[in-house]
């Protein structure tokens, strides 16, 4: 499902209706799906978030909206921007295609297997996106959700991750 679909579903769904009428202090944060690398569909997580009560409440998009118990916030610190989503003018999947364009241009030996799209306000609204290789390395890529300037990217081998 498009992502701004998936956001419409879960805030005209009963679930989400009932949840915000009496918590009205939470506002989307972050949208969240992970699929193999030939995926064109996606099921969305969307997690709102409370300053109040600092922590996150998921709704998740498919096959009907449901939602996940409240969690602790992970963040370093303070607060959690909101996710303006009239702000984001770059889809889902011109973002793939950046990421894609990028894997060519510097990491043409990386075979995708899966993908991780967070969509989420960090310096600016940002699509934080990981790709997750055969040869177990982790692609980081950032994406201006407003420009589709790539921020940054870096590359490391899961197997190092675990090492200090």
Sequence with gaps: MMLKQSIKKVE?????????????????????TMADAIAKKYKWDLGYYSEKNDNVVVFESEPKVSMKPAEEAFKKEGTIKKLDIKKVKVSV?????????LLIAKY????????????????????????VSMSFNILNIRIDANTGEVIKDNIQSIISLGKK
């Design 12 to 32: 005209q769904s009963k679930v989400f209706k009932s949840f915000i009428k009496k918590h009205s202090d939470y506002y989307l944060v972050h949208c969240f």
């Design 93 to 101: 999947s011109k973002a793939l295609e950046l990421c894609n364009n």
């Design 108 to 131: 043409p030996r990386e075979i995708i297997t899966k993908r991780i799209i967070i969509l989420q306000h960090l310096e600016k609204q940002v699509y934080n996106i990981t790709l």
